[in-house]
């Protein structure tokens, strides 16, 4: 193999692993999420909040989630640059036989995803870094009353509902070009990769999108 070439697949390795990574912390950012949605007036959440805030171990994992993101953002863009130079066309993921619509637009979900997720640090992490300003009268770091007040407004809502629609497909799409990526991918057990990957994004997806769906309709 020439440079090049493993230089490109040493790419499509680190975006595949961070991609992993910051799918198993969804998860646990999900299950915290979700807390505030029992109806016990915040108390789990903001139990289970204060223990990540001041945790080391959790502080230092929050530096290579921030990584994480870094990396899995910088690499997919050089990848749909480098693949948009080469083939003179539309975006391809790692195999040429994947023809779905997603999978062909898989940079573009991405690019949402990203979009979004300014969105989301701007309204809570930023403010309780005091990088933005938290709604009136709220403490920078009482995430829980910051919920109530902001997805019970309709637009923020739609934004946050229509952007883990969009999270939902890519997430479907990098499960599995993940597993492919790194050799996992057989056809012996390729449609329970499938399968996994499908119920793993409608779970994620679902379940953030429960929350303002919550606080809107339910609270």
């Given at each position: 193999?020439?440079?090049?070439?493993?230089?490109?697949?040493?790419?499509?390795?680190?975006?595949?692993?961070?991609?992993?990574?910051?799918?198993?912390?969804?998860?646990?950012?999900?299950?915290?999420?979700?807390?505030?949605?029992?109806?016990?007036?915040?108390?789990?959440?903001?139990?289970?909040?204060?223990?990540?805030?001041?945790?080391?171990?959790?502080?230092?994992?929050?530096?290579?989630?921030?990584?994480?993101?870094?990396?899995?953002?910088?690499?997919?863009?050089?990848?749909?640059?480098?693949?948009?130079?080469?083939?003179?066309?539309?975006?391809?993921?790692?195999?040429?036989?994947?023809?779905?619509?997603?999978?062909?637009?898989?940079?573009?979900?991405?690019?949402?995803?990203?979009?979004?997720?300014v969105f989301h640090l701007t309204n809570f992490?930023?403010?309780?870094?005091?990088?933005?300003?938290?709604?009136?009268?709220?403490?920078?770091?009482?995430?829980?009353?910051?919920?109530?007040?902001?997805?019970?407004?309709?637009?923020?809502?739609?934004?946050?509902?229509?952007?883990?629609?969009?999270?939902?497909?890519?997430?479907?799409?990098?499960?599995?070009?993940?597993?492919?990526?790194?050799?996992?991918?057989?056809?012996?057990?390729?449609?329970?990769?499938?399968?996994f990957g499908t119920l793993y994004a409608i779970v994620i997806s679902l379940g953030?999108?429960?929350?303002?769906?919550?606080?809107?309709?339910?609270?």
């Amino acid at each position: 193999m020439n440079s090049q070439l493993l230089s490109s697949l040493g790419r499509k390795l680190a975006i595949a692993l961070a991609g992993l990574f910051l799918m198993v912390f969804l998860v646990v950012h999900l299950y915290i999420n979700l807390l505030m949605t029992k109806n016990d007036g915040g108390e789990s959440f903001r139990a289970a909040a204060d223990f990540m805030g001041h945790n080391p171990f959790v502080q230092a994992f929050e530096i290579v989630l921030f990584g994480g993101f870094i990396l899995h953002i910088i690499i997919g863009i050089i990848l749909w640059i480098r693949n948009t130079i080469a083939r003179g066309r539309g975006y391809k993921v790692w195999n040429k036989s994947e023809t779905s619509f997603f999978s062909k637009y898989m940079f573009h979900t991405g690019m949402i995803v990203l979009a979004f997720l300014v969105f989301h640090l701007t309204n809570f992490y930023f403010v309780k870094e005091g990088l933005a300003s938290p709604p009136d009268g709220m403490a920078k770091d009482d995430f829980y009353n910051m919920a109530i007040v902001l997805f019970q407004r309709p637009l923020f809502s739609i934004i946050y509902l229509v952007s883990f629609l969009f999270l939902g497909f890519h997430l479907n799409h990098a499960f599995q070009s993940a597993f492919q990526t790194l050799g996992w991918h057989h056809s012996k057990y390729a449609s329970y990769v499938r399968g996994f990957g499908t119920l793993y994004a409608i779970v994620i997806s679902l379940g953030f999108a429960y929350i303002p769906v919550y606080f809107l309709f339910i609270y």
